[in-house]
């Protein structure tokens, strides 16, 4: 009976199916898998005995163990800040009636399209040496120091705001959950508006917040940009160190041994705060489903407050980003000095973009990478999903908690893997050598995006009705005309989603990136990155403001193919299909 099931299966799954199966499970152990263990395996066993070597070159080295603290330093600092200024911004955008909210959220969202190094280094351009601030700041104190936006503070007060946009976005959604007669009802027995905003309001909103906080904790162990940009050597944290020790042969077990710390503080954290969640602490009171309606202080003096700090949390988002844009039109003598003037204005570095093939050549390396890599990792995830969706066998489950691997891993832990496992000949990929190839940072792009993609997808395969595929299957249609007519329009529209967001957000990575670009097909995050240093030539750093503009505006185009498109319901005989 054993026999004859699993012909049956091995039957109904195809030989196409078959060499599919086979080759995700390549995938995962050769990508996935291996390179985990063989860095684990690399510091603690040279020249084939074992040996703890590493663990004494860390605790030795100051620099590595003071990164550590700055880490951990970070990530705490950044749930308080993080969360003070998310939940300020969804108050003032959603909650409270402020003039001009509309135009403040947009401002408010900007981070969505204008992050990572680049932002970073738009930050710099304000508050550092040569910024519009600090010249402004040292007209009244001429003795100021004017590296002064530098280290910890400089850090944590750009984070604080690059990491808003998930508060923005899903406390936003669950402030519009509210049951607002839960509301009325708190006023009509007389309560006030402080007591209705933290005894009726803020506990609605606590699920979502205890996930932003586990979110914004690991993004601050997780930090590269900013402290890469404007940490100095005085405030560090684990993944530019991380970057620093892989650059030599000396460091690298260092490198690889914080990236296993990371790792390991990671998922410890992930683990222990979501047993947390599941003992049921938070939940939410609201039970009707009635539109929240916007209140309006009643102190005029609180009221005016309210509406000074939303409009100067506006400045500070759009500041950088409007900064930007204007030096992308200015000359390189405007941007060292920080002083515009109307004449230094042209479309000079824009026409130098589109003419000169050295500088659009990191633009056009970028794009070809993330489209490869968004297109690919959605086509692999959509044949995972699918085994995962048709099947409940412990294979179906290996193959969904392996590819969710990534995401428990720091991407510098994965890009040092990478570069570990594959810089010697490999019979895993036919005794090539993948580092130095372009083809190695291909694969470190599909991995980085596959638990996104996976989950995503995942959820639209749910909504197709297994009715329809089942009356093609009884009608003799075969698995892939199956998948190709019933399923496939189903859950394109999602597809497509993130294929388009992920293309967004590979576009100027930098910390992946770093480890494993080919030195003669350099993407942009490294480019904006080498421009944003002292030592950068003025041509390199005007280019980088082109770049980032360019990057703004795919970014925005991307996000309204997204979320900016009505769905549109289209009749045809025998009932009706939704389609975006």
């Keep these: 009976m054993k026999s004859g099931g699993l012909k049956e299966k091995l039957k109904r799954t195809g030989p196409a199916g078959l060499l599919i199966r086979a080759f995700i499970l390549w995938f995962i152990f050769v990508f996935i898998i291996y390179p985990n263990i063989s860095i684990l395996a690399g510091i603690v066993y040279k020249d084939g005995n074992f040996s703890l070597t590493v663990f004494r070159k860390l605790l030795s080295s100051e620099r590595a163990m003071k990164s550590l603290r700055n880490s951990l330093v970070l990530a705490v600092s950044l749930v308080v800040t993080v969360n003070i200024v998310g939940i300020a911004l969804v108050i ?17 969202l900007s981070t969505l399209v204008y992050g990572g190094i680049v932002l970073c280094t738009g930050y710099r351009y304000i508050y550092g040496e040569q910024g519009i601030i600090t010249h402004l700041i040292m007209r009244f104190i001429p003795d100021l120091n004017p590296a002064w936006f530098q280290g910890y503070f400089a850090v944590l007060y750009i984070m604080t705001f690059a990491c808003t946009s998930n508060h923005i976005i899903f406390l936003s959604n669950a402030i519009r959950g509210i049951d607002y007669q839960t509301v009325e009802a708190a006023k009509n027995m007389g309560a006030s508006f402080k007591t209705i905003f933290f005894k009726v309001v803020l506990p609605v909103l606590k699920p979502t917040l205890f996930a932003l906080t586990i979110l914004t904790f690991l993004t601050g162990l997780g930090a590269v940009s900013a402290p890469l940009i404007v940490g100095g050597p005085d405030f560090q944290t684990i ?5 620093t020790f892989a650059g030599t042969r000396y ?13 390991a503080v990671t998922i410890t954290l992930l683990a222990f705060l979501n047993r947390i969640e599941r003992q049921g602490y938070y939940i939410s009171i609201s039970k009707v489903k009635s539109k929240i309606r916007k209140e309006k202080l009643p102190n005029p003096l609180a009221n005016i407050l309210a509406h000074s700090a939303a409009y100067i949390l506006f400045l500070i988002y759009v500041g950088p980003i409007a900064l930007v844009i204007l030096y992308s039109f200015t000359d390189s003598v405007t941007i060292l000095s920080g002083k515009f003037s109307a004449s230094s204005l042209s479309a000079e570095n824009y026409l130098k973009l589109f003419n000169s093939a050295d500088a659009v050549k990191p633009y056009l390396v970028s794009i070809v990478y993330s489209a490869l890599a968004a297109v690919l990792v959605a086509m692999l995830t959509t044949q995972v999903c699918r085994i995962i969706h048709k099947s409940t066998t412990k294979f179906a489950g290996f193959l969904e908690y392996s590819m969710l691997i990534p995401w428990l891993l720091p991407t510098t832990l994965i890009g040092m893997s990478l570069l570990m496992a594959f810089d010697r000949r490999n019979p895993l990929v036919a005794n090539q050598i993948l580092v130095g190839t372009p083809v190695i940072l291909l694969f470190g792009y599909i991995i980085i995006k596959i638990p996104f993609s996976l989950r995503m997808i995942k959820a639209a ?20 005309y199956r998948f190709r007519r019933v399923v496939l329009p189903v859950i394109l529209p999602a597809v497509a989603s993130v294929v388009a967001l992920n293309f967004n957000s590979l576009l100027a990575d930098y910390d992946l990136t770093v480890f494993l670009f080919n030195p003669f097909l350099i993407p942009l995050g490294p480019v904006i990155r080498a421009a944003s240093d002292e030592s950068s030539t003025l041509n390199a750093k005007a280019m980088s403001f082109v770049y980032s503009v360019v990057l703004m505006i795919i970014s925005s185009a991307a996000l309204y193919f997204v979320y900016g498109r009505k769905p549109k319901v289209r009749f045809h005989r025998g009932g009706f299909d939704g389609r975006q």
Excluded: W
Aim: proline letters at 4%; zero cysteines; glycine letters at 8%.
């Design 92 to 108: 003032f955008t959603e909650y409270l009636d402020i003039k001009g909210a509309k135009i403040i959220r947009l401002g408010y």
């Design 239 to 243: 993944n530019p160190m991380i970057i």
């Design 251 to 263: 460091s690298r077990d260092i490198a690889a041994l914080l990236a296993i710390i990371l790792g």
């Design 461 to 480: 395969f749910f909504s197709v009705e297994a009715a329809l595929e089942e009356s093609a299957r009884s009608m003799g249609a075969a698995p892939f």
